[in-house]
């Protein structure tokens, strides 16, 4: 009785550190003023990549191999956390910004980028790197806010320069925009549901529960003017 009991325990305890070495990384957490990953203090050296999800597209402007040597070259260099851009608005024939983009018109996503995000966070995984999702943009390169607020009525964009006649202050005014325009709002909180509650097509693993994805960042360099 006594050794069939031993025996029960011996394999519970293999069950056990089997069951542990297979959950792999956890969600990276906050406690106090320290980040903390899989029980540990977790400290990194990051980088912008803003280029990745549209490398990671099996469409236009993908490249899957550069997208993999840029990583490992990163990788070597000590790089552990990447910001990336999960959203990027067009039309794509619009000046100064990412191409292709995400969204040509609100929240129609395409999904050959949506694929290269997915491709590119499981790449990441797989080096062990995490990521901070950006969500919306102040300045002009992905579209962003201004181009939230072209949608919702405005005639055109005042692009800074080197637009001809443009001004910083100009621009910054007309994207500030945003924050008072209740239907961009409404469009871009739509737009980050959908990636929110995306399932990775390659991992099959929910976004808001990939441990790849340290944090999600509302707006890059959002500004307020008085």
Request: aromatic share 10%; glycine share 10%; hydrophobic share 35%.
């Amino acid at each position: 009785m006594i050794r069939n009991i031993f025996i029960l325990l011996i394999i519970a305890v293999i069950q056990f550190s089997c069951t542990q070495k297979s959950t792999g990384p956890t969600l990276v957490s906050v406690q106090g003023n320290q980040f903390m990953r899989n029980g540990k203090p977790y400290l990194f050296m990051g980088a912008n990549y803003w280029q990745g999800m549209n490398l990671g597209s099996p469409g236009e402007g993908g490249n899957r191999e550069r997208l993999k040597r840029e990583l490992d070259q990163m990788q070597k260099t000590g790089i552990t956390n990447l910001r990336i851009l999960a959203l990027s608005e067009g039309p794509d024939g619009s000046p100064y910004r990412v191409l292709p983009a995400v969204q040509d018109e609100p929240g129609v996503l395409k999904e050959e980028l949506l694929a290269g995000l997915d491709f590119l966070l499981d790449e990441m995984r797989k080096r062990d790197m995490t990521a901070i999702v950006v969500l919306n943009n102040f300045w002009p390169w992905s579209g962003g806010m201004a181009q939230y607020v072209k949608w919702n009525g405005a005639d055109s964009i005042p692009y800074p320069p080197p637009h001809p006649n443009g001004t910083w202050d100009g621009y910054q005014k007309f994207t500030a925009g945003f924050y008072a325009s209740a239907k961009s709002v409404e469009q871009n909180n739509a737009a980050i549901k959908k990636i929110v509650e995306r399932k990775n097509s390659i991992s099959q693993v929910n976004y808001k529960k990939d441990p790849t994805i340290m944090a999600w960042e509302l707006c890059n360099e959002p500004r307020g003017i008085d």
